[in-house]
């Protein structure tokens, strides 16, 4: 399983970034598909989820109404559409996959993980 994340970037305050995540061995429309994020000094914390079957969707609440989950089955890959992006969004982001759920796993408990992508929001 590989999952191959993309996108990230150095941008100011109140700009937009899209980050994607191609999955192989895996099935974006068959497993929980989501985004953790990790800031220098911090936990790993979940961002977003998207459901295997449904494709319901779950944020964390600080950036809910910013970021947007979404997948395309025919490429297998999921994206991170990031708006209205502030400082504290600064982060390396890690694109993951579990058969059961993303959002209900804690970092350890998740099954795959792609290589993290630096997103840096400057003020």
């Known amino acids: 399983v590989q999952l191959q994340a993309s996108g990230g970037g150095l941008v100011q305050a109140g700009g937009s970034l899209r980050l994607s995540c191609a999955a192989s061995?895996?099935?974006?429309?068959?497993?929980?598909m989501g985004w953790f994020r990790q800031a220098p000094g911090k936990d790993r914390e979940f961002v977003a989820d998207?459901?295997?079957?449904?494709?319901?969707?779950l944020y964390l609440g600080s950036v809910e109404g910013r970021f947007t989950i979404s997948r395309d089955n025919a490429k297998n890959t999921i994206y991170l559409q990031m708006n209205s992006l502030r400082p504290e969004d600064t982060a390396v982001y890690y694109c993951?996959?579990?058969?059961?759920?993303?959002?209900?796993?804690?970092?350890?408990?998740?099954?795959?993980w792609g290589k993290g992508t630096l997103v840096t929001v400057s003020s």
């Open positions: 998207i459901s295997g079957s449904g494709g319901n969707t």
């Open positions: 993951a996959a579990d058969k059961l759920t993303v959002a209900g796993n804690s970092a350890d408990g998740i099954d795959y």
């Open positions: 061995g895996v099935s974006v429309d068959a497993y929980s």
